[in-house]
């Protein structure tokens, strides 16, 4: 089931100790945004899988409980469908095969330096993975399926190709994959030439390559870094070390995808900036250009700003910014980009909006009605003027200069309405 199925979802923590049963809650419930609920028996395990059927998506649990000695609520927890990671006191040979023949997706052992924070990163790779798309390339049908249900022990979205044909067939059907695992052998070419075709069209910001080879002598192995492999693997491998490098990959798109955003957004409104409006911007306008569509553009600036910061501060003048530029983005699709371009100014770039004076005086009556409030007592309220353009120009600059000329004619016109020019 998927983290859409089961709607905002839960995570579990069962543990008998009282004192690491918080710890660990308390852990968890610091880098999820959704309830933490902790069971310290087996029966209050039953009783919390029943009282939120299809909630849980990760489950923390002990391996070994007063009423449960022999791992039946890990048990419990996975039979319910729930990814689980298994807490354990110790880890012998013993208890390591017990644990590993069960489709966990991690074990911790409570007394190793640092246990709660790997609590924690197995907890947000869990959440992470369900969103994640894993293809693998490999022509025996054992050994796929082997690799599959690994892959699908970390919650991780599977596909699978026999060859490089239908990798690439699936590739090109597919824009949402993370991850391709290859053989070195595969029938109608070996897994370096895949990897080369895939390099050319897909950056190492998109896709991850992992090249699995037979030998840690064989030349192979260079031979995919030098294709634009990101990593490699040796047959044969442990689980654990094979799930690592899954999702060191991961983390590292990750990584690369939050630094890219945060020099896409302003920091203060969290809309994208001047700089990613005239580089999307563009985009959008020369497909417009080609393709015969109407192009939007919006000017926003936010009335007698200046007085706001003169009468409540700065800080009440960065509250309205942000109100106001919740209030565009949610007026707006995710295809069309809401920017700040500085202080109190936002600009709109919508492609096939109908009615475009009448979408724009709906936002400006919403802000004009909607209440910001400085504490408990105080609240403000402000207008905005907007200038409006859809006459495709020969440029982007010149549109946006347009809608920027409609938005002075707003303002001196009285502000607190819509011109369009």
């Known amino acids: 089931m998927s983290q859409s199925d089961r709607g905002a979802g839960r995570i579990l923590v069962v543990d008998d100790?009282?004192?690491?049963?918080?710890?660990?809650?308390?852990?968890?419930?610091?880098?999820?945004?959704?309830?933490?609920?902790?069971?310290?028996?087996?029966?209050?395990?039953?009783?919390?899988?029943?009282?939120?059927?299809?909630?849980?998506?990760?489950?923390?649990?002990?391996?070994?409980?007063?009423?449960?000695?022999?791992g039946e609520a890990v048990d419990l927890v996975l039979n319910s469908g729930v990814a689980t990671i298994v807490l354990t006191g110790s880890l012998d040979n013993t208890t390591h095969e017990r644990i590993s023949a069960k489709p966990i997706v991690d074990y911790v052992t409570k007394q190793s330096p640092g246990s709660i924070a790997i609590v924690q990163k197995s907890v947000l790779h869990t959440l992470r993975n369900m969103q994640c798309k894993v293809l693998i390339v490999e022509p025996d049908p054992a050994y796929r399926d082997y690799l599959k249900k690994i892959l699908l022990t970390q919650r991780l979205e599977v596909i699978e190709a026999e060859n490089a044909k239908s990798a690439l067939h699936e590739m090109e059907q597919r824009n949402d994959i993370s991850v391709v695992v290859t053989a070195y052998e595969i029938s109608d070419m070996d897994g370096v030439d895949l990897c080369m075709k895939l390099r050319s069209n897909f950056p190492s910001t998109k896709l991850a390559i992992i090249g699995i080879t037979t030998s840690a002598n064989d030349f192979s192995g260079v031979r995919f870094f030098k294709a634009g492999a990101d990593d490699?693997?040796?047959?044969?491998?442990?689980?654990?070390?094979?799930?690592?490098r899954i999702n060191a990959r991961l983390d590292y798109i990750d990584s690369l995808r939050t630094i890219q955003e945060q020099a896409n957004r302003?920091?203060?409104?969290?809309?994208?900036?001047?700089?990613?409006?005239?580089?999307?911007?563009?985009?959008?306008?020369?497909?417009?250009?080609?393709?015969?569509?109407?192009?939007?553009?919006?000017?926003?600036?936010?009335?007698?700003?200046?007085?706001?910061n003169d009468n409540y501060g700065h800080d009440a003048g960065d509250l309205a910014i942000v109100s106001v530029a919740q209030a565009i983005s949610r007026s707006f699709r995710s295809t069309d980009i809401v920017a700040r371009m500085g202080g109190e100014e936002f600009c709109i770039v919508a492609v096939n909006n109908d009615a475009p004076v009448e979408t724009m005086n709906r936002l400006r009556l919403h802000i004009e009605g909607l209440p910001i409030a400085l504490d408990d007592k105080e609240s403000i309220h402000l207008t905005i003027s907007i200038g409006v353009t859809t006459s495709l120009c020969n440029t982007l600059d010149e549109m946006i200069n347009?809608?920027?000329?409609?938005?002075?004619?707003?303002?001196?016109?009285?502000?607190?309405?819509?011109?369009?020019?």
Do not use: W
Request: proline share 4%; charged share 20%.
């Open 402 to 421: 347009r809608s920027d000329e409609a938005l002075y004619k707003a303002k001196q016109s009285g502000r607190n309405q819509v011109v369009l020019l």
């Open 266 to 308: 302003d920091y203060l409104t969290k809309l994208y900036n001047r700089r990613y409006l005239y580089e999307m911007g563009n985009a959008l306008f020369s497909s417009a250009k080609r393709n015969s569509i109407q192009i939007m553009i919006a000017m926003i600036d936010i009335d007698f700003f200046k007085r706001i």
């Open 17 to 70: 100790s009282a004192t690491i049963g918080i710890v660990v809650k308390n852990a968890v419930n610091s880098v999820v945004n959704m309830p933490v609920d902790l069971a310290r028996t087996l029966a209050a395990c039953e009783q919390m899988l029943s009282a939120h059927p299809d909630q849980y998506l990760v489950a923390v649990v002990d391996l070994s409980l007063p009423d449960a000695p022999d």
């Open 232 to 244: 490699i693997i040796h047959k044969p491998f442990l689980v654990e070390e094979f799930v690592s």
